[in-house]
């Protein structure tokens, strides 16, 4: 489970891309029998520099490029998640084939934002089985995971 873990972190740490994700916190996996395996991890869709004394408040044009930002993160962050549970499908072989390979992401956000239309959770969900046929026959892998929002 740690190796997932650390797949997550370097997946999710700031300064991975050109619009880095904000990690709140390292990932964390836990197995509990007979349901499978859960990774999740705290973030930030896009990093924000904090707010301080010298900077107390930002404009409306900057908070709604934020969660322009935001908004088009989305689905690049359901893409890696897929991905992630992907891996974590093949790398933890002692899961059984019929548990489940479960993710959640919370997602923070600030009091001051405009988050409309943006999530506070993603969580997916798929038995690990089907995972792994999806990987071995090329199949989309949106086909084989649950995906909710809330």
Known sequence: MAAVEALMNDKFRAGASVDPYDLLGTARTTYLEGYGALMSVELELVYVAPLNPFRPTYSPQEIAAMR???LKK???LKEA???LMATAGTTLDSIPGNERISMEVRLWKYNW???RGLPSRVFMTAE???LLAAQANHTDLAA???EQEQ
């Open 74 to 76: 989305l689905p690049v």
């Open 144 to 146: 084989v995971i649950l």
């Open 68 to 70: 322009d930002r935001k």
């Open 128 to 130: 690990k089985s089907k």
């Open 113 to 115: 934002e405009d988050s």
């Open 81 to 83: 998640m897929r991905s």
